[in-house]
């Protein structure tokens, strides 16, 4: 990755406010969500202008930007919609199911946005200061996706992740996913505070695994684009 004299890529400003925002969505309204009922219009806000800044400044493409749009969708509408169908065709539609299209239609999405932000951070262009803020929220992204895939095995191992009191993670979905976005945070991080533990083999492999990607993030690419962005300040400057 090398230093281009070029102008700002149009979608950089697009970065930082997508990291305002997905900062606001984890510490804010995710722990909100769990002690007052009303903050759910925070976080079902926060997720739908995250969503239409991506849509919107990430791609001008319009084969992505329908891709995208799509997700959107199948997110918001798509479990509502198969539960409806299954229910005229005389089919089951168990809460499991439901929340397996939810988490996997949450991924997908999350999945593409994350690598829409790579190609903008790490891609052609000098390294504005927004790039370095786009670089913080590659790591945030990458913990929320860790967190929807613990969510996904707690629902069907209910006892994968524990509490070392003995006590089960949070039934309510809510609370649930509150619990998970602070132990994915709390494992990226390699921060271990121990009051809560992996047991499933499965969920001990994902959470080492991203404690490795926790350490080697900051420690190579985040580091990288800091110096690219030093470098070019002081071209600038000079």
């Known amino acids: 990755m090398e230093a281009v004299a070029t102008r700002p890529h149009k979608a950089d400003p697009s970065l930082s406010a997508l990291l305002i925002v997905q900062a606001v969505t984890l510490f804010v309204a995710v722990p909100l969500g769990t002690e ?7 976080l079902d806000g926060c997720h739908l202008l995250y969503a239409l800044v991506c849509v919107a ?7 992505l930007q329908g891709v995208l749009l799509v997700g959107l969708v199948l997110v918001v509408a798509g479990p509502p919609a198969a539960r409806d169908a299954m229910t005229r065709m005389g089919l ?4 499991t ?12 999405f999350n999945m593409a946005v994350t690598l829409l932000v790579a190609g903008h951070v790490f891609g052609p262009g000098r390294v504005t200061g927004h790039r370095v803020r786009g670089a913080v929220l590659l790591y945030l992204n990458i913990a929320a996706l860790f967190g929807i895939a613990f969510n996904a095995i707690l629902v069907h191992w209910p006892g994968a992740i524990m509490m070392t009191t003995g006590a089960p993670i949070a039934t309510l979905p809510g ?10 945070l709390a494992t990226i991080t390699t921060t271990g505070y121990g009051d809560v533990v992996p047991v499933l083999p499965l969920a001990r492999s994902l959470a080492n695994l991203e404690a490795v990607i926790g ?4 420690a190579t690419l985040l580091a990288r684009i800091v110096a690219l962005n030093l470098a070019h300040t002081r071209d600038d400057q000079g």
């Open 175 to 184: 609370a649930r996913s509150a619990a998970l976005t602070y132990f994915s």
């Open 36 to 42: 007052y009922p009303a903050a759910h219009v925070l």
């Open 215 to 218: 350490q080697l993030f900051p």
């Open 57 to 63: 400044a990430l791609t001008r493409h319009r084969l």
């Open 97 to 108: 199911l439901q929340h397996d299209l939810i988490e996997i239609a949450a991924f997908a």
């Open 92 to 95: 089951g539609f168990s809460p």
